[in-house]
Nanobody, 124 residues
Framework: QVQLVESGGGLVQAGDSLRLSCAASGRTSSLYVMGWFRQTPGKEREFVAAISRNGGDTVYRESVKGRFTISRDNAKNTVYLQMNSLDSEDTAVYFC?????????????????WGQGTQVTVSS
């Protein structure tokens, strides 16, 4: 199994940018499809973006298309989420997740390993 640690969250103003990082350890991250999810109090965890093992395929939540970019550096065992033009609707705890296999999935139940999350707060 792989261990995941997120970083890069914080408090920003609407329109600002943030880059989240997810460092993987325990097993080579290139063996996993990686995803970012987010959750606000009282709501289900929701899909944000995912990336294939070699980085060639990406999938995004409709509301973040054109603003967020997921990428990975397998040599560093790290996945990134570049978030631009942030607004208050993006406020949430962001989680990194990993899944075995090759399908780039948007379903939380397909992911085997999860990080502890990093808080992103966007003030309007």
């Amino acid at each position: 199994q792989v261990q995941l640690v997120e970083s890069g969250g914080g408090l920003v103003q609407a329109g600002d940018s943030l880059r989240l990082s997810c460092a993987a350890s325990g097993r080579t991250s290139s063996l996993y499809v990686m995803g970012w999810f987010r959750q606000t109090p009282g709501k289900e965890r929701e899909f944000v973006a995912a990336i294939s093992r070699n980085g060639g395929d990406t999938v995004y939540r409709e509301s973040v298309k054109g603003r967020f970019t997921i990428s990975r550096d397998n040599a560093k065992n790290t996945v990134y989420l570049q978030m631009n033009s942030l607004d208050s609707e993006d406020t949430a705890v962001y989680f990194c997740a990993a899944r075995s296999g090759i399908v780039v999935s948007a379903s939380t139940t397909d992911y085997d390993s999860w990080g502890q999350g990093t808080q992103v707060t966007v003030s309007s």
